[in-house]
C-alpha cells in the first residue's frame, strides 16, 4: 500500500529459469515491485538482461517458475488460463516493438476490433477509436491500412489500439525501438503524453536512458534481481 492506495499491479518474488543447451540460464532470480495508478515505470536492462521475459510474465502472456503477479489485487498464480486470458483482455494493453496490426484492416479496425473481442459494440467502439486515433495524430489517416501509413504512424495506431480497452495496466517493450531517432523521439513523448493522460500504469522497457529518466521511476534487472536504478 502506499498511502492507502492499493498497487495496480504487483510482482512479489517472481522468478523464471530457461533450459538452454548450455545448462539452466536463472534469467531472473527474484523480480519484487509494486506499480500504482498512474505510475511510469521505466524497465532498463542491458541486451538479454531478461526484460521481455519479465513483461511477457506481467502481462500474463509466460507463467512463471515462481513469485506471483498481482493484478488490482487479484492473485494470477492459481488462475486457469482463461482467467488470465480475461484478465489481461479487461485490464491490460500491450505495445511491442513492432506494431503488428492487422494488414487487412484499416486504422480505425485495428483500434475498433480489439474493444469487440472485449464485448463492445462496434457502434460503441467507433467513436472511441476515432477519438484516440485523433488524440495520435491520425485522424486524417482512420482509413488507411497500415502498409500506407510510416513506421512512425503505425507505431501511433499500435499506442491507441493498446489503449481501447481502457486498461488499468499499460506495457510495453521497446516500443520505439524499430524506428528512427527522431521518429522514436516524437512517439515516446506522445505515449508518455497519453499514459500521463489517461492515468493508465505503465511498464515501459527501453535501452533508452534519457527517455526512462522522463518516468517516475526507473527499475532494473541487475544479475537477474529488479532492483531501482
Ligand atoms: N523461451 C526461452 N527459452 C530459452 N531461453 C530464453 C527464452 N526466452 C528468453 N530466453 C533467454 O533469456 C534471456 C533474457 O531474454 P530477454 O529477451 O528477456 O532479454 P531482454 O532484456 O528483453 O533483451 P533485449 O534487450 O535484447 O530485448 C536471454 O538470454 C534469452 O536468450
Not at 43 to 65: D, F, R, V
Not at 73 to 79: A, D, K, N, R, V
Not at 136 to 149: E, F, I, N
Request: glycine share 10%.
Amino acid at each position: 500500500m502506499n498511502g492507502g492506495r492499493q498497487a495496480v499491479l504487483e510482482l512479489r518474488g517472481v522468478k523464471q529459469s530457461f533450459k538452454q543447451a548450455a545448462g539452466r540460464l536463472d534469467v531472473i532470480a527474484t523480480a519484487d515491485l509494486q506499480v500504482y495508478p498512474g505510475e511510469m515505470v521505466a524497465l532498463i536492462g542491458p541486451s538479454g538482461s531478461g526484460k521481455s521475459t519479465l513483461l511477457h510474465i506481467t502481462g500474463l502472456l509466460e507463467h512463471a517458475l515462481g513469485g506471483d503477479v498481482i493484478i488490482s489485487g487479484q492473485s494470477t498464480s492459481e488462475m486457469s488460463d482463461r482467467e488470465r486470458t480475461r484478465l489481461r483482455r479487461t485490464k491490460m494493453g500491450f505495445v511491442y516493438q513492432y506494431h503488428h496490426l492487422l494488414p487487412e484492416f484499416s486504422a480505425l479496425e485495428n483500434v475498433v476490433l480489439p474493444q469487440m473481442i472485449a464485448g463492445r459494440s462496434r457502434r460503441a467502439a467507433k467513436p472511441r477509436a476515432v477519438e484516440l486515433l485523433t488524440r495520435v495524430g491520425l485522424g486524417q489517416r482512420l482509413d488507411h491500412r497500415p502498409a500506407k501509413l510510416s513506421g512512425g504512424e503505425q507505431q501511433r495506431v499500435a499506442i491507441a489500439r493498446a489503449l481501447a480497452n481502457q486498461p488499468s495496466i499499460l506495457l510495453a517493450d521497446e516500443p520505439t525501438g524499430n524506428l528512427d531517432i527522431h521518429t522514436a523521439d516524437d512517439v515516446f513523448a506522445l505515449l508518455l503524453s497519453l499514459v500521463r493522460d489517461t492515468g493508465v500504469a505503465a511498464m515501459i522497457a527501453t535501452h533508452n536512458l534519457e527517455i526512462a529518466k522522463k518516468m517516475d521511476r526507473v527499475v532494473t534487472i541487475r544479475e537477474g534481481v529488479l532492483e531501482p536504478y
